[in-house]
């Protein structure tokens, strides 16, 4: 059975710094995994997703991951935390098309 | 294209009453999968459902069903509810059920369960 693990529940980052946010997934067979964002009291938008295509995947909003099947890891980065990015994250893998299993999800707090 | 539309936004039920929630899926999009979202958790796969037939189930009880209608909206019924029911549901549609396939999902509907 495939899964995601999130680390993390909470993550605060100063505006302007580094956002790393952490997923692990478990997978007998290559994973097609998904990055969303949930702002509060709304639904889900997607980040970005990995298809086996490029390891280095970039998303909308200047967020980025990275697909590394050594450490089945598929993290996301943003080179400077803005504002308007604090927002509930979610890893995610597909077993099936439209089908997904997500993480716990971490919240990201940014501030000033 | 149109977006993801659930109604109702907001609901209040009592416990044992029975409760249908709707989604209209995006223009051109055959498949609508349905997700429990408790709060402080991630979502949960209930079903999905593909050219009117239901293409997979998450570990929920029969009391969960859903329809797809020909236009590919979409119903979620839960029966006999109770406390623990209550959460943010979310519908998400999607083009086909190929793997790589982008869900997109509406704004939800938040059932309070009382």
């Known amino acids: 059975a495939q899964s995601v693990t999130q680390l993390g529940s909470h993550v605060s980052v100063s505006e302007g710094a580094l956002v790393l946010l952490r997923c692990n997934y478990s997978s007998s067979v290559p994973p097609y995994l998904f990055w969303y964002v949930q702002y509060p009291n709304q639904g889900l938008q997607l980040l970005l997703k990995y298809t086996s295509a490029a390891t280095l995947v970039k998303g909308i909003n200047g967020f980025e991951a990275e697909f590394k099947k050594s450490e089945t890891s598929f993290h996301l980065t943003k080179p400077s935390a803005h504002m308007s990015d604090a927002a509930e994250y979610f890893c995610?893998?597909?077993?099936?098309?439209?089908?997904?299993?997500f993480g716990q999800g971490t919240e990201l707090s940014v501030k000033p | 294209e149109t977006g993801v539309t659930q109604s109702p936004t907001h609901l209040i039920k009592t416990r044992g009453q029975q409760v249908t929630l709707r989604c209209s899926s995006q223009?051109?999009?055959?498949?609508v999968s349905w997700y429990q979202q408790a709060l402080g958790q991630g979502p949960q796969f209930i079903f999905q459902y593909y050219r009117e037939e239901e293409n997979g189930r998450g570990n929920f009880p029969p009391r969960f069903s859903g329809l797809q209608f020909p236009n590919y909206s979409s119903e979620l019924n839960v029966n006999a509810l109770e406390l623990d029911d209550s959460a943010l549901y979310l519908c998400?549609?999607?083009?086909?059920?190929?793997?790589?396939?982008?869900?997109?999902f509406g704004q939800g509907t938040r059932l309070t369960v009382v």
């Open positions: 995610a893998v597909s077993p099936q098309g439209g089908k997904l299993i």
């Open positions: 223009s051109g999009h055959n498949t």
């Open positions: 998400a549609s999607s083009k086909a059920t190929v793997l790589d396939t982008e869900a997109f």
